[in-house]
């Protein structure tokens, strides 16, 4: 089963930047995509963006504006997301997942990390 390690999280302030890493074992050769999700208390998970290590094609949701990069390592087995010009509203447990193809649909995951906390100040 694959395995998913995240790290990287912290408190940081409005403007600020961050990487976040997340450390991939136990795939199979297959056409494993990993995700980046996020999820504020009472708010819904959402897909924050995702990387295909099959073809290295990478995806953003809308509110990145441009301010996030994700990226794999060279032997694809850790995935990074940058976080720049970091906001409030980007304060959330960040995690990231494992699905046979990108989506931004929580459901299509099927391999969690434990996540780890974003906490964006003024």
């Known amino acids: 089963e694959v395995q998913l390690v995240e790290s990287g999280g912290g408190l940081v302030q409005a403007g600020g930047s961050l990487r976040l890493s997340c450390a991939a074992s136990g795939f199979t050769f297959d056409d494993y995509a990993i995700g980046w999700f996020r999820q504020a208390p009472g708010k819904e998970r959402e897909g924050v963006s995702c990387i295909s290590r099959s073809d290295g094609s990478t995806y953003y949701a809308d509110f990145v504006k441009g301010r996030f990069t994700i990226s794999s390592g060279r032997d694809k087995n850790t995935v990074y997301l940058y976080l720049n010009s970091l906001k409030p509203e980007d304060t959330a447990t960040y995690y990231c997942?494992?699905?046979?193809?990108?989506?931004?649909?929580?459901?299509?995951?099927?391999?969690w990390g434990q996540g780890t906390q974003v906490t964006v100040s003024l």
């Open positions: 997942a494992a699905a046979p193809g990108c989506s931004a649909y929580v459901d299509d995951f099927h391999s």
